[in-house]
């Protein structure tokens, strides 16, 4: 029986000699149209698959996304009704928190100020708030937003955070619900973008909602900061708001179409921050380890971990 691998901007041979090593007992194919008897694939381990490959393969037992985000797939028309299993690893956690903490500081502390005084020789400082008195709020308090809500509330700052279901984490004060967003983005100064794309959070940072940001607070002026997807921001509206002012700073490691294409208006906007979309780049490794262990323990008759819910989409 087969788990296949179709993973589009990965080395698929290592891919599958990772997953050979950890399965012996099982045939690891890599995807390509006749390469594998539909009947005989039992999982898929998938990133960004053509469809060719759920036109083929239409009954796994499981799809394996290799990566947190499973928007790749549930976009699909013709995705399978298997269960699809994302990946929570604690070393893309902590990658995630540690690029959410440096945009956070980098921005608190005026480094793009003081890296364009560099380049003029210019010795000069400038006010510098505590973080205390900076109030950083996160869209999405699962996994990775928690975790950076945590890491930034133990640095002092004041943190939030809006998500579908109340949350309690110390230090951490909770909004829920589409009913709690303005008041959230009302306490914000920092804004931090952790949420997957769905079909409810197409578009959703937009120029309306970063307008109802905090303007009286510590820094000046609200900074949006984004790891999550590109799909949920407007770009455009991102990139007018840094023109004018309105926005005093943005760090964006995620765009709707990727890689962003050169002519964006996003790549010399001023206090703009951009990452190729290397947030949280996973250790190949322990995503190996991850995959291999939950079809073992799926084998063994224990439930999978970390399925993604299909009517909300992640
Ligand atoms: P989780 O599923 O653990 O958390 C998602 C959070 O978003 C939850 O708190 C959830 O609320 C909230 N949420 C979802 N939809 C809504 C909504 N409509 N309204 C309010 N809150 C909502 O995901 P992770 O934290 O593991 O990952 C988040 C995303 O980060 C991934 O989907 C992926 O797109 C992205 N990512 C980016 C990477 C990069 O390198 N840039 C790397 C890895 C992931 P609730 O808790 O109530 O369910
Ligand atoms: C992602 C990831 O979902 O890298 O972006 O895991």
Redesign the pocket.
Known sequence: MTLVIAVRNFDAEEWAERMRKRLPGKEVVIWQEGAVLPEDVEYVLAWKPEEAVFETIKAPKAIFSL???V?HLMKLDNLPEAPVVRI?DPD?TAR?TEWVVLQVLLHHRSHLTYDAQQADRLWKGHRQPAAKHVRVGLL??????GDAARALSRLGFKVSG????SKVIEGVKSYAGDERLDAFLANTDILVN?????T??TGLVDGELLSKLAQDGALGGPVYIN???GATQVEADIAKMLQEGTLKGASL??FADEPLATESPLWDAPGCVITP????ESDPEALSDYVAEQIKAFEAGRPLQNVVDPR?G?
Do not use: I, Q
Request: hydrophobic content about 45%.
């Open positions: 990566g947190a985000g928007d929570v893309l995630m999405g308090l699962g996994e990775l937003g809006w998500s579908r279901r952790l949420l997957p794309h769905t409810a959070t790891a999550g997807r490691d995620v979309h290397v947030a949280a909300t992640y």
